[in-house]
């Protein structure tokens, strides 16, 4: 599903991406740390057309929302003079992002009469014969072509003609009257409502569905949250949850956790405390991409089962190890090689600049039909941009999505981050 997020000038980022690589997350953080306005950056970006003013961080700037699926970036944007949607890119894809459904259990109460309409049309869209939106695309573009057909004569005294491209869905369209013994579901008390909601959601298979769970302590009825998490992602295609409870971190899995707020506040290591119970150490690495690198690395290394994976972000690694091992947690950290190590702390350091260099010559021929050089970090980007024009974040995602089919148990990367681990968890 889904493979990152990059949220720019709404409400709590100013400019931030979040790597998710198609798994599962939960994202732990205090009060205001910004969880929640991930979960809703993702709902303005699949469900809505118009921004309101409130959310946006700057009001001088224009506020934009990406995602990276199946191997493409999309981007919308909206106005911050008119607070509209300016632009859709690419364009030519977005049926794409339009097949999936993305659905927003807020903090605040959602009526289970709307999330079941929402399962409902996203189950329609698995369903309908996919010549369908086309159908009603071609119909839809010949009605508008009449009503324009006057447009651009004398009577309207434009010289340039206006044009329409009609966005059919057709499972949207329908709209559905919830009742339960005659009386309408959206005014059932909280408790029935939230037992429904789970109910429907764990009834049928959503492989479509990306589901954002807000506050996962207080979103359904049930208290048995290891039941609750592994019964939606079994039956939902993707689950990303916020949490700032250790009681639920305890029952988490094999789920990416991302440690939220840009600085954290001392609340931070109380709640990724409930990952202890699973006797692992921790391991934080910096980069955004990084983490599939580290994941496949302490799985070939032996330490898949003795690390939680945690990707703190470059600007906030040192302060959150230093907070997790105050309250005496076993934390290990690695960042690029142009960072300076501590090892006497915990903080590790790579041979190379970036992960990026250890990438296989293979891989990289494959991705942009180049070897770029390995021994600097700025020739490596400037080749690769020279051969397939591309940002850098691009580049690093592009290769990430792709990084664990290639490599191997004597894969460098492999041999080094095994050899940390090792001197630092078994010393």
Not at 5 to 17: M, Y
Not at 66 to 75: A, L, N, S, V
Not at 139 to 153: I, N, P
Request: aromatic share 8%; with cysteine.
């Amino acid at each position: 599903m889904l493979q990152s997020l990059f949220i720019q000038n709404f409400r709590a980022w100013e400019n931030q991406t979040f790597t998710f690589n198609g798994e599962h997350v939960v994202f732990a953080g205090g009060t205001d740390s910004g969880k929640s306005s991930v979960l809703q950056a993702l709902d303005l970006f699949f469900n809505r057309d118009t921004i309101d003013s409130t959310q946006v961080r700057d009001p001088s700037k224009d506020v934009a929302i990406g995602i990276r699926y199946d191997g493409t970036t999309f981007k919308k944007t909206f106005s911050h003079k008119t607070h509209q949607v300016k632009s859709r890119t690419p364009a030519a894809d977005w049926k794409k992002v339009e097949a999936i459904h993305y659905i927003y259990l807020p903090a605040t109460n959602k009526t289970s009469a709307t999330i079941l309409t929402e399962l409902a049309q996203a189950k329609a869209d698995s369903l309908l014969p996919p010549h369908l939106a086309d159908e009603l695309a071609a119909v839809a573009k010949h009605a508008m072509d009449e009503v324009l057909s006057v447009v651009g004569t004398a009577e309207t005294k434009r010289n340039s003609p206006v044009t329409a491209v009609p966005r059919v869905k057709p499972a949207r369209a329908v709209d559905f009257t919830i009742l339960n013994n005659g009386v309408p579901v959206a005014g059932a008390e909280l408790g029935y409502s939230k037992n429904l909601t789970y109910a429907m959601l764990v009834g049928s298979q959503y492989d479509n569905v990306v589901l954002g769970i807000d506050d996962m302590e207080h979103a359904f009825a049930s208290m048995d949250y290891q039941k609750v998490i592994r019964s939606l992602e079994q039956h939902v295609g993707q689950v990303l949850m916020t949490t700032r409870s250790s009681q639920v971190m305890k029952h988490m899995g094999r789920e990416v956790t991302v440690p939220v707020g840009s600085n954290p506040d001392g609340n931070m290591a109380t709640i990724l405390r409930g990952l202890e119970g699973q006797g692992k150490a921790f391991l934080l690495v910096e980069g955004k991409y990084d983490l599939p690198w580290y994941k496949e690395a302490a799985e070939l290394s032996g330490f898949g089962n003795r690390v939680n994976i945690l990707p703190a972000g470059g600007t906030n690694i040192d302060e959150l190890r230093r907070e997790m091992a105050g309250v005496g947690m076993k934390c290990v950290a690695i960042v690029d090689g142009d960072t300076a190590p501590d090892e006497r702390t915990g903080k590790y350091a790579l041979v190379r600049d970036c992960v990026e260099l250890y990438a296989p010559d293979d891989l990289l021929q494959e991705l942009f039909g180049t070897v770029p050089p390995k021994a600097d970090k700025h020739a490596f980007f400037a080749s690769v941009q020279a051969a397939k024009p591309a940002s850098e974040n691009g580049i690093k995602a592009a290769i990430a999505e792709n990084i664990a089919a290639h490599l191997t148990p004597h894969s460098e990367f492999v041999r080094e981050v095994g050899t940390i681990l090792k001197r630092a968890l078994e010393s």
